[in-house]
């Protein structure tokens, strides 16, 4: 069949496109891979997972009465209310009716302005325009670990986490990985298991969530400002409005009133820390002093010395790697059942049916559990066969790395949209609304493309260059790029190493995106 428009992907940006496409009068037709909508918080169940952007602003702005009769429970939401939330959307909405769950693409073909869509089961669907709205950590990371597949245990993927609940009691239980997914899984696990091995190759900054139950007051006061708060959560700097930075550098403040502005972040959990100042994300001074508060955290928190000092991170500047908020990680390390691995000390040899070999021995497992990460930002389009004008791939378009102008658009790949993808602020803001905003400004521009009688757009010679070289100075003015994350791609193997998001802010980033909308879409031809 034929349609205006396909979206790829039922998570918070997809829904939120299929639903404006069809309020737009348009056709829309959607896959997604997974059994039902949810993206993110459908496959990442593992326990302990909970968002670390506040729930009352991690969700849709784009219908006051969902956000009126949506109450979320908690500060952070934990996965399984997320997920409740997106199914509750699909269903208000009628989403369901658009989407054909379970249906993987594996390949798209421009021709005739307009896009073939073929599914890994071989139907090919066709429209005019392709959103795809496939995540920026959607494709997990599994390491080339000598032996992967040999391990005769249970084994388990954070990011692929079964829904029927997964049994730990009595058993010996092994997590690769210390980033976010990890950090929150150890603690549920080690109140279980008999035995909990983590294995740590880059010790990580995390923070307390300080999830709590939301007082019905602050849920009514959030209610009557929604619209308040949405609008200056758009112009914020990372799309979380409550939360002002300290103006002042940290080293012009008395040590102990510096202390005093970290400790109250630090009480009041979350992300958030990251910017407890100003210029915490690019000012090295400033953030050296935010990073020893919380390396002081550790070794407070932690009672065996040694160990506390293989879980203070010593390698990049605090935020750089995405900072971890957790509910208990490193109280977990007190445990007489549970033991830290630093695999910088004692590397991975192989993984062997009975356990994880390291220099020093075999650690014996019954459970195995991946979480190391994602393919981010392109591991989604780059798995897809993508051939855009004059049948070019999008893998030669991106050979050395994402090229994309404003995170939306490729050069070369007609009438295709990217939703947080990279050259947009990701995930160093608030997605939901980053979405928001991208659709809005999608869709304004396929009626400026009707306006203007063309079937097709693309982006200008020489336009993705420049947006490239605008978020490379972005990224300059930061710390970001001092640390080997996935921000910029160092987690997978042979990847072009790029800082890909756009770390300017989510106001700015809007701005832009006006600006060239404003300008009669300078950076775009029509056709
Ligand atoms: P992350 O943050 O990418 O963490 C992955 C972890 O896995 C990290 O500690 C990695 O260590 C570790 N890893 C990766 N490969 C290996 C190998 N080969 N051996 C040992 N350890 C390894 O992914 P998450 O899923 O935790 O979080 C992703 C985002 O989701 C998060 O930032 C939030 O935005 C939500 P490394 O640091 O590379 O040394």
Redesign the pocket.
């Known amino acids: 069949m034929s349609y205006d428009v396909i979206v790829i992907g039922a998570g918070f940006a997809g829904l939120a496109a299929a639903h404006r496409a069809r309020r737009a009068g348009l056709t829309v037709h959607g896959f997604e891979a997974g059994d039902d909508v949810g993206g993110t918080w459908y496959w990442?169940r593992y326990p302990g997972a909970r968002c670390?952007v506040e729930s009352v602003d991690y969700s849709y702005s784009f219908d006051e009465d969902l956000q009126q009769e949506w109450t979320w429970s908690e500060r952070f939401a934990a996965q399984p209310e997320i997920l409740a939330y997106l199914r509750h959307a699909a269903r208000r909405f009628g989403l369901y009716d658009l989407f054909e769950l379970a249906t993987r693409v594996a390949a798209l073909r421009y021709t005739g302005s307009a896009w073939d869509v073929t599914t890994a089961d071989g139907r090919t669907e066709r429209a005019r325009f392709v959103i795809l709205a496939t995540g920026s950590?959607s494709i997990p990371?599994i390491?080339a670990?000598p032996g992967a597949g040999d391990f005769r245990g249970e084994v388990y993927r954070?990011?692929q986490w079964p829904a029927a609940p997964v049994a730990f009691a009595g058993k010996r239980v092994g997590i690769?990985?210390?980033?976010?997914?990890?950090?929150q899984t150890a603690p549920e696990v080690a109140r279980e298991a008999a035995a909990l091995t983590v294995?740590?190759?880059?010790a990580?900054y995390s923070i307390p969530a300080v999830s709590a139950p939301l007082p019905a007051e602050e849920i009514a006061a959030v209610k009557a400002g929604y619209a308040a708060r949405r609008a200056r959560t758009r112009r914020g700097l990372y799309g979380s409005p409550a939360h002002d930075p300290h103006p002042v550098p940290a080293p012009q403040l008395t040590p102990a009133e510096a202390t005093r502005v970290l400790q109250e972040r630090w009480a009041y959990g979350g992300v958030y820390f990251a910017r407890t100042f100003l210029d915490q994300m690019s000012d090295a001074a400033t953030n050296r002093i935010a990073g020893e508060f919380v390396q002081g955290q550790i070794r407070r928190i932690v009672r065996d010395p040694a160990v506390a000092e293989d879980l203070v991170p010593a390698d990049h500047p605090i935020g750089t790697?995405?900072i971890?908020t957790d509910s208990g990680y490193f109280e977990t390390f007190n445990r007489p059942n549970v033991r830290l691995v630093n695999?910088r000390r004692d590397p991975?040899e192989r993984i062997e049916p009975g356990g994880v070999r390291t220099a020093t021995g075999l650690h014996e497992l019954d459970v195995l559990i991946w979480?190391?990460?994602?393919d981010?930002f392109t591991g989604a389009a780059a798995r897809m066969d993508i051939r855009g004008r004059d049948g070019v791939a999008l893998s030669a378009i991106w050979s050395g790395g994402p090229l994309t102008y404003l995170g939306l658009l490729v050069p070369g790949l007609p009438n295709l949209v990217l939703l947080n993808g990279p050259g947009s602020t990701g995930?160093l803001a608030n997605m939901v609304l980053c979405a928001e905003q991208q659709i809005d400004w999608v869709f304004d521009l396929l009626a400026a493309a009707g306006q203007r009688g063309a079937a097709a757009f693309d982006v200008a010679p020489g336009a993705a260059e420049r947006w490239s070289e605008v978020v490379d100075e972005a990224a300059r003015r930061t710390l970001f790029p001092k640390a080997?994350?996935?921000y910029l791609g160092?987690?997978i193997e042979g990847k072009p190493e790029r800082f890909m998001p756009y770390a300017g802010g989510l106001g700015a980033y809007v701005d832009l995106c006006a600006a060239e909308a404003d300008a009669g879409y300078p950076g775009l031809t029509f056709g």
């Open positions: 990442n670390d950590l990371n390491p670990i954070t990011a690769i990985g210390t980033g976010s997914s990890g950090i294995f740590q190759r880059t990580n790697k995405r971890c695999l991975i979480a190391t990460g994602f981010a995930p080997r994350s996935w160092s987690n």
